[in-house]
């Protein structure tokens, strides 16, 4: 499962401090459009198609939730930010930035706006040689060839030469401290999103409840009382074979791991779905398997506003979660608050992001980061 497109940018600069201009245009990239994930070194080149100083270019890898057309809106934008003002006759001239999308996933795409991959790269030694950097795998969804023999078939004479590495904004969060990270929330809270989010940027591997394989919610969310127990028990069942089979496959020393959600997720739901003799005998069980578990190295609780639970469970449409009620989403939230108060030995993150939108909004999932990694900083 993909959670974000992945797009290759080509950036150049051949007025004022050229050096300024590209690490600015990586930084507002990062902070305000898509995750800069890796930054290809600095070339320094002729300028290509008029006459004007020499150009430094590179290129940089990011994940974004956005599509293409409105990455490229995005990118304009960016481009008049950093004080691009465009020939009004279309021809080349200096600029102090430029951004081109030159692959966006293995897409072919050809409109009115937008032509990926950019129909010139492939003759252009300053769009090549950065690309390798940050992809040395990438083929050509056209032509079919991998970056390697692009380079080499390439009849781009003109100089493109290494100048410095700039530092990928990536590298400031650490999040891989803890090996092992579960994101917990409420229905509807994100946890997937994040989850997939972090295991894509940080080349984690990604654990998924498989929710939606369970017989017994829709019927549940019907009529509670009937099916509580059953839901819970295979819930529980699920979770633990689930968890107990994926995270035998890692390395424990070395692989670092994002679930969107760990099994002491089942206790909190059963407390609230369950009576007291059908809670007790749970616990009783849950007890056993849980002293086997692996546990999280941290717990990132995202916490939303039962409002906005609301609000996202109906955007997402799932028919069999439209009649979940308000008072259900208040005791699942109290029942996961109570649990993180009362057992001290948990490293657990709570994040509110009531009002954020880490998956559509970059600042948003910037901010995240942030607070994962300032608690990551001083819990280490």
């Known amino acids: 499962m993909r959670f974000q497109n992945k797009a290759i940018l080509s950036l150049g600069s051949n007025m004022g401090n050229r050096l ?3 690490q600015w245009c990586i930084n507002y990239i990062h902070n305000h459009i898509a995750t800069v994930v890796k930054v290809s ?3 320094e080149n002729p300028s290509v198609g008029f006459s004007g100083e020499d150009f430094y270019n590179c290129c940089i890898l990011i994940h974004t939730q956005k599509s293409a057309v409105q990455l490229l809106a995005e990118l304009l934008k960016a481009e008049l930010e950093g004080g691009r003002v465009r020939n009004p006759d279309g021809g080349y001239s200096s600029r102090t930035i430029d951004i081109d999308i030159i692959a966006f996933n293995n897409e072919v795409i050809n409109n009115d706006t937008l032509e990926v991959p950019h129909p010139r790269m ?3 030694n300053f769009v090549l040689i950065p690309l390798r950097d940050v992809d040395s795998h990438w083929i050509h969804p056209v032509f079919k060839k991998d970056i390697a023999l692009l380079i080499t078939e390439s009849a781009d004479t003109s100089t493109c030469e290494f100048v410095l590495q700039l530092p990928t904004p990536l590298e400031e969060f650490h999040p891989q401290q803890h090996s092992y990270i579960a994101i917990e929330g409420n229905i509807g809270a994100g946890k997937t999103s994040l989850a997939g989010k972090l295991a894509e940027d ?5 654990v998924l409840e498989r929710f939606a394989d369970n017989p017994f919610l829709p019927q ?14 295979s819930f529980l069942a699920d979770r633990y074979q689930q968890l107990t089979d994926d995270l035998s496959q890692v390395d424990p020393m070395a692989d ?26 749970y616990k ?3 007890d056993i398997m849980y002293g086997e578990m692996r546990r999280p190295g941290l717990y990132v609780y995202l916490y939303q506003t039962t409002e906005t639970l609301l609000a996202h469970i109906k955007l997402r449409g ?6 979940i009620e308000a008072d259900y989403l208040d005791k699942i939230n109290q029942g996961y608050l109570d649990y993180i108060k009362t057992h001290s030995g948990l490293n657990v993150l709570i994040i509110d992001v009531s009002n954020r939108d880490f998956v559509h909004n970059q600042e948003d999932y910037i901010w995240v980061l942030e607070q994962i990694n300032q608690y990551v900083h001083n819990n280490g």
């Not at 940080?202 to 990604?206: M, N, S, T, V």
């Not at 791991?257 to 005998?281: R, W």
């Not at 799932?318 to 009649?323: A, F, G, P």
């Open 318 to 323: 799932r028919s069999y979660e439209q009649e």
């Open 256 to 281: 670092f791991v994002v679930a969107d959600y760990h099994i002491i997720k089942s206790l909190i739901f059963s407390k609230v779905t369950l009576g007291g003799d059908e809670y007790t005998l």
């Open 41 to 43: 070194g600095i070339y």
């Open 122 to 124: 492939h003759q252009r």
């Open 220 to 233: 549940f969310y019907k009529d509670p009382q009937r099916y509580a127990f059953s839901l819970e028990m």
């Open 20 to 22: 300024d201009n590209l």
């Open 202 to 206: 940080f080349k984690g591997k990604i």
């Open 284 to 286: 009783k069980l849950f």
